[in-house]
């Protein structure tokens, strides 16, 4: 009996889940100044098919031994960058389908390593998905999109930083996120890594019997979006 319910409370409790470590960010691009990487002013589409935002999820608790550390990927990311003269001057909007967001990819969690070991069960990754997109997180029958928009940047080719504005299920919240940018004569791609907290994003961590088993409120979150310059 003692089985069959622990077996329970893991498949509800990492099915809620969403979204947590520290990592270290990527490395930052060395190339050239701001003024050589950027463009001509100008409205830029994102490549949906060249892009990618990537939450890296993971277990907590006394009980963290019975769930899964988790991979959740979007590869529906659109958007527009408005090119100014300088980073300062430039800007960009992103949407984020939630219900493009595709659970534990074989694939994915294999690029991740250690931390992310084995295949999981197909239903279990329904669940989770099911679970992530209720009311109780992410609400995609309400708030079908996360929405991020810069309100300012600034930095250099060594260092740039875009100050964000993030509505997502209802919450809006303000972050900062340092990436890489690099331009050759076809694309223009930025590529970042940063911790990023539930509870900073106006979202709940789940947990269960009193916090035994638990999703870390820290999340990592990495992305790379491209736009085609031909």
Request: net charge negative; with cysteine; glycine share 8%.
């Amino acid at each position: 009996m003692f089985n069959k319910f622990a077996i329970i409370v893991l498949a509800l409790s990492m099915a809620s889940c969403v979204i947590p470590r520290h990592r270290p960010s990527a490395p930052r691009s060395q190339a050239g100044s701001v003024g050589g990487l950027l463009p001509p002013p100008g409205r830029y589409a994102i490549d949906s098919n060249d892009s990618k935002l990537e939450l890296l999820i993971y277990r907590a608790g006394p009980l963290a031994g019975l769930g899964h550390n988790h991979v959740v990927v979007s590869r529906a990311v659109t958007g527009h960058v408005q090119v100014g003269g300088s980073v300062e001057e430039s800007s960009f909007s992103l949407r984020v389908p939630v219900e493009s967001f595709v659970v534990d990819e074989s694939q994915a969690r294999r690029e991740e390593g250690s931390e992310f070991p084995g295949d999981i069960a197909p239903e279990a990754k329904a669940d989770t998905r099911r679970n992530m997109l209720s009311s109780a997180l992410l609400d995609a029958a309400h708030y079908p999109a996360i929405s991020v928009t810069s309100l300012t940047m600034n930095g250099t080719a060594e260092g740039p930083v875009a100050h964000l504005r993030i509505e997502i299920a209802g919450h809006v919240a303000t972050v900062s996120a340092p990436f890489d940018l690099q331009r050759d004569a076809h694309r223009m791609t930025a590529t970042g890594a940063m911790e990023l907290r539930q509870s900073t994003l106006g979202l709940t961590s789940p947990s269960l019997l009193h916090g035994a088993l638990q999703v870390q409120d820290a999340m990592q979150l990495k992305f790379s979006f491209t736009v085609p310059l031909d």
